[in-house]
Nanobody, 119 residues
């Protein structure tokens, strides 16, 4: 199982970025997927999840600004980030776990992509 993120970068407050995560080595459509982030000195936090039925859930701090989606035909997970804030600065990771299994206990992680929001 392998996950590779891309799409990070530097952006001004109020700007947008779209992260992608391509999965390989597993049946993508049968896995629940998630985006996490970790800021310097902080713990890794879950920000958005999407299950095999494309039901989504978001951390309150990103709700209405971020959108998680998946394209099973392309084995790709996305995170559209709008109205970015300085506090969104972090390294962003995608994760995958078999449907119904704990992401924390059974998740596979990508290497992360850096997002920096500054003026």
């Amino acid at each position: 199982v392998q996950l590779v993120e891309s799409g990070g970068g530097s952006v001004q407050p109020g700007g947008s970025l779209r992260l992608s995560c391509v999965g390989s080595g597993f049946t993508f459509s049968l896995y629940s997927l998630a985006w996490f982030r970790q800021a310097p000195g902080a713990e890794r936090e879950s920000i958005a999840t999407i299950d095999t039925e494309s039901e989504t859930a978001y951390r309150d701090s990103v709700k209405d600004r971020f959108t998680i989606s998946r394209d099973n035909a392309k084995n790709t997970l996305y995170l559209q980030m709008d109205s970015l804030k300085v506090d969104d600065t972090a390294k962003y990771f995608c994760a995958a776990a078999p449907s119904g299994w704990s992401m924390a206990d059974h998740g596979t992680w990508g290497q992360g992509t850096q997002v920096t929001v500054s003026s």
